[in-house]
């Protein structure tokens, strides 16, 4: 909310106040607003690789407190912000109507417009105060036709007022995800349940440039780094310092983790949500949050640093355009996470096996050494060399001094003298900005890669993934592989804000139908079924392997892999495979690469096509079809 709107909003949210104390108890929103449900707090489940099994998904027993921001509302007859008067005043009141007063009364709206995507986006939530007990209310939508049960504390998201006939979206039992609600208008006909062919779809370059053309370019961002590196502290910092998190809710961290005893923490938990990250002062799961830079809207990936969360940590990789590696200048911390089995190399490992090229290098902390230029060129120098080994370009890798605690060099020049005498370049927030965009290939054949799926109440269930190349609509038939079943595309959503099409790059939500759920499983590939993925018998793959027991010798034979990005890519391996006479075995337990690092160069034959030569097509999957998707293959073995 900028400053112009937040004086009417918060006028407002004052009388709102007077007028109501007893019901806006719960009923409060703010431009960070975390809602609750009669009473408890709405969160959103998470999930991790099961340890037994990494081809198996579990679920967390912590969660992700959902919560929105907030750009306008009204409370009563009050209302706050100066525009879209038209929806508040005749499209809200006709679907509201029906509710009982006291629902009604203990109801707060929020309407967000997003300028990026060139959205109007709507969003509404009920929040009922303890004391109003309605477990199912009738909600008749403008113009009277349709009728819609909502479950207590819901929210949906249209593409403009003009599509507000809709069912609002509920928790899903099983996951806490909720299936994200689709438009009228968005609904598939049965008479659009065929893939669109070259010739129907628009083209697509010209709808990209159309849908995105005016807006900032996107870019995720992850942040790696080994366990209490400072990556939260210093994003949390960023994001405070850019604004994103207000003054009021920074007062509220420092008093509450001051009382545990933990205010070092203060900036972490912007990013750390939980009761046990904040708690055990690590993070658990990928953080998200955004921001902007002067050309790029960034989406921010925390991940975590220790290494039981790995597999956490490679699902927020294996969505990164680009990475920023946080190292601990502290003398013996930075040894600690570089030298002696930390975290520093395996995290940059695994980003660039994930096909991250671009890195900028966050030494951190500096005040811990009294800000010292030997200390600042010593960590270069060694992760220089390390890095290019890693297969990174030295042009790039940028490296930035700075101190996520002290609040130094991250949005503006540094202003410690010491600092000062030797630095002269960029700080951080322009180090992210000069990362380039990687080239969004969307007018080659569409490929999605499953990282998630989950159910809601409603029909149809969503799958959510990196679209990899090309672009899906809504309406649009998809292939679903290796299984290859059809299947329709019900609904689009990016960061829960609704779609009619995504494009390569885009971290997407799709609503599938026509499509039993257990057949579609992480890992799989959604594609175009015109130009569905090719089946082959071989594959090449540059394999990283960590954390192996047992020593890599030629012949060495494994079943089972698993990975996020990459199986996602290739399909699901599970047949028992070796490494080929011809490998290139550098290290006898973690790394095994081949002399060129840039290229996949290892053969693996699959056992049963060995056996049976031509006899049959295997079930994987071509990897190099596309460049985008063959250099970033990232496999874990069991290590037993
Ligand atoms: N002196 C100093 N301490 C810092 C700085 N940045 C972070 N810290 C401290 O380092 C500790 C760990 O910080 P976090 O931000 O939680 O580290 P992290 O890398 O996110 O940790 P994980 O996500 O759990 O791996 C906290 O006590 C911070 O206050 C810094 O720039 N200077």
Request: net charge neutral; charged share 25%; with cysteine.
């Amino acid at each position: 909310m900028n400053g112009k709107k937040k004086l009417p909003w918060h006028r407002t949210d004052r009388s709102a106040r007077e007028v109501w104390p007893e019901n806006l108890a719960s009923a409060r929103l703010h431009d960070e607003a975390k809602f609750s449900n009669n009473g408890s707090v709405n969160k959103d489940n998470r999930h991790y690789y099961a340890q037994e099994n990494p081809l198996w998904i579990r679920e967390t027993h912590f969660q992700r407190i959902v919560s929105v921001n907030v750009w306008y509302g009204i409370f009563g007859d009050n209302l706050t912000g100066e525009i879209y008067l038209n929806f508040w005043q005749n499209i809200l009141g006709p679907i509201l109507e029906n509710l009982p007063l006291a629902v009604y009364r203990a109801t707060a709206y929020i309407l967000c417009r997003f300028e990026r995507l060139k959205l109007l986006n709507v969003q509404f939530m009920l929040i009922l105060s303890d004391d109003v007990e309605v477990p199912s209310i009738k909600v008749v939508a403008s113009g009277g036709k349709t009728t819609t049960n909502v479950t207590k504390g819901f929210d949906l998201s249209q593409r403009d007022t003009a599509r507000l006939n809709t069912t609002p979206r509920s928790q899903s039992p099983a996951s806490g995800r909720g299936t994200p609600i689709i438009a009228q208008s968005e609904q598939v006909s049965e008479d659009s349940k065929v893939g669109k062919n070259k010739e129907n779809r628009i083209d697509v370059e010209t709808q990209y440039k159309k849908e995105r053309g005016d807006s900032k370019e996107h870019l995720y961002m992850v942040v790696i780094g080994h366990v209490d590196a400072g990556k939260s502290t210093l994003m949390g910092h960023l994001l405070f310092d850019l604004g994103q998190v207000n003054q009021r809710t920074m007062h509220k961290y420092e008093q509450e983790s001051r009382k545990l005893g933990k205010q070092s923490f203060m900036y972490a938990w912007v990013l750390d949500e939980t009761g046990e990250e904040r708690n055990r002062g690590i993070t658990m799961d990928v953080g998200r949050s955004q921001f902007e830079t002067k050309t790029k809207h960034v989406t921010l990936l925390d991940a975590p640093g220790h290494k039981d969360f790995i597999p956490n940590m490679i699902s927020g990789a294996g969505q990164a355009d680009v990475a920023l590696l946080v190292v601990d200048a502290t003398r013996g911390e930075f040894e600690t996470g570089f030298d002696f089995g930390g975290q520093t190399r395996e995290h940059a490992l695994l980003v660039r096996s994930l096909g991250v090229t671009q890195l900028a290098v966050a030494i951190n902390k500096l005040d811990t050494v009294s800000w010292s230029k030997e200390r600042f060129d010593e960590i270069s120098q060694k992760l220089k060399t390390f890095l290019k080994q890693a297969g990174f370009r030295e042009g790039d890798v940028t490296f930035v001094p700075c101190s996520g605690l002290t609040g130094q060099n991250l949005t503006s020049k540094p202003t410690e003298n010491e600092l000062l005498t030797w630095y002269s370049g960029p700080c951080l927030l322009e180090v992210i900005d000069s990362f380039r965009t990687p080239d969004r290939s969307v007018s080659k054949p569409f490929r999605l890669s499953v990282n998630d799926i989950f159910k809601g109440t409603g029909s149809g269930f969503c799958v959510s993934g990196r679209v990899e190349t090309g672009s899906l609509n809504v309406g649009d038939r998809v292939m679903v592989c290796p299984s290859r079943e059809l299947s329709n595309v019900k609904s689009l959503f990016i960061e829960d804000l609704s779609q009619t099409v995504v494009f390569a790059g885009d971290q997407a939500t799709v609503t599938l139908s026509g499509i039993e759920m257990q057949n579609v499983s992480i890992g799989n590939v959604l594609c175009d079924p015109q130009n569905p993925v090719q089946v082959s018998s071989k594959f090449q793959a540059r394999i990283v392997v960590f954390n192996l027991t047992v020593p890599i010798t030629k012949g060495f034979s494994r079943q089972g892999m698993r990975t996020t990005r990459a199986v996602g890519k290739v399909g699901r391996l599970q047949e028992p495979c070796e490494f080929p006479e011809s490998a290139n075995i550098l290290s006898s337990t973690s790394v095994y690469i081949n002399e060129e690092f840039s290229k996949p160069t290892i053969s693996i034959c699959n056992q049963e096509d060995k056996e049976n030569a031509g006899a049959k097509q295997s079930r994987l999957q071509e990897l190099y079809e596309f460049p985008e998707s063959a250099p970033t293959s990232c496999l874990q073995l069991p290590s037993t």
